[in-house]
């Protein structure tokens, strides 16, 4: 299971730092991924990090602000977010998937949610302008 946590308002221009605290899998062994899910809009893959190393995805609009970290010795991983925008507004969602097998880069990972098993339930994060 993983637990999200970290949401709340902040103000534009403001930083905010997400956590996914995993239990029941030991998150060495996983690929890490932030999602958000703005209101009237599907959701969308935000940084999805390779399984193999490198060629992780990094959507446009976060390049640069956004960044993650994971403490595998926490069982947990982060998302550092900075210089927030109004449309950075989003119910945020971790997910994990097992990092075994054939190279898949973060593009594919993001491109295909249902890859992903292991879902946080989301944390709600509201930047005001």
């Known amino acids: 299971q993983l637990q999200a946590s970290g949401g709340g308002l902040v103000q534009v221009g403001g930083s905010l730092r997400l956590s996914c605290a995993a239990s029941?899998?030991?998150?060495?062994?996983?690929?890490i991924g932030w999602f958000r899910q703005a209101p009237g809009k599907d959701r969308e893959g935000v940084i999805c990090?390779?399984?193999?190393?490198?060629?992780?995805y990094y959507a446009d609009s976060v390049k640069g602000r956004f960044t993650v970290s994971r403490d595998n010795a926490k069982n947990t991983f982060y998302l550092q977010m900075n210089s927030l925008k109004s449309e950075d507004t989003a119910v945020y969602y971790c997910?994990?998937?097992?990092?075994?097998?054939?190279?898949?880069?973060?593009?594919?990972?993001?491109?295909?949610?249902?890859?992903?098993?292991?879902w946080g339930q989301g944390t709600l994060v509201t930047v005001s302008s």
């Open positions: 997910a994990v998937v097992p990092g075994r097998g054939p190279p898949i880069s973060g593009t594919y990972y993001c491109n295909h949610q249902t890859s992903y098993p292991h």
């Open positions: 029941g899998v030991t998150l060495g062994y996983y690929a």
């Open positions: 990090i390779s399984n193999a190393g490198g060629d992780n």
